[in-house]
């Protein structure tokens, strides 16, 4: 099965990024180091830790092209980050529950040479400090074989706060080198579950890697 996102999905990405873009650097002075490991245009997935609601649009933003989301099904549903988020279209994703269908559109997208977007947390960090991660990205990556992006973002828990003070705030994305995960074992379920669970601390600590010390929480 091939994916493709819907043309209204494709012009309003083509005509909405620059402009978002345009005004996140308007109202943010946001920093992006380490563009060089960005892979071309291909099937690979992107992972990054999640502190504030304007991550996932940061860094669809100032990331080169185009990749693939998912995203929080409740929060597609609110009233003005919900209209931007399917305005982009990134596959929605239902919290707590193993959805196969989900799975089945990230594989295809891998198949059709895009990459994806996913934040392995699933939910915003109450603080800087990251939180434990869901084994859902380690699993999609090790089935699609793919190469994986760890990103490291700090900043955007004090947007609001800093908005309220007529202030800039300091946004950084670092991207590092990619990886790739070992495949799952073929022995019984324990055997595997043990193995997601060392191949997500694997991603996250990528990411921690990309963080000061007070933003690695879990994984310090």
């Excluded at 090790?142 to 706060?161: C, D, F, L, M």
């Excluded at 950084?172 to 074992?185: E, R, W």
Aim: aromatic share 10%; proline share 10%; with cysteine.
């Amino acid at each position: 099965m091939e994916f493709r996102p819907p043309l209204f999905n494709r012009i309003a990405r083509f005509f909405g990024v620059p402009l978002f873009r345009g005004i996140l650097y308007l109202l943010t002075r946001p920093t992006v180091d380490g563009l060089e490991n960005v892979p071309p245009y291909s099937a690979y997935m992107i992972v990054a830790n999640h502190l504030a609601t304007v991550d996932p649009a940061m860094t669809i933003l100032l990331w080169p092209h185009h990749p693939e989301g998912l995203a929080a099904a409740n929060q597609m549903e609110t009233l003005f980050p919900g209209f931007l988020m399917r305005l982009y279209g990134p596959v929605p994703v239902h919290r707590g529950e193993y959805d196969r269908v989900v799975l089945e559109k990230a594989l295809a997208i891998f198949k059709s040479n895009r990459p994806v977007f996913i934040m392995p947390e699933g939910t915003r960090s109450r603080k800087p400090g990251m939180q434990q991660a869901k084994p859902g990205a380690a699993y999609m990556a090790i089935k699609a074989n793919v190469k994986i992006v760890p990103v490291g973002i700090t900043g955007t828990e004090t947007v609001t706060a800093e908005w309220k003070r007529w202030r800039r705030p300091r946004l950084t994305m670092k991207i590092g080198q990619p990886f790739v995960l070992p495949p799952l074992p073929s022995a019984n379920r324990d055997v595997r579950h043990r193995h997601l669970e060392e191949c997500t601390l694997l991603i996250m600590n990528r990411i921690a890697e990309l963080l000061p010390e007070e933003y690695r929480g879990v994984y310090a």
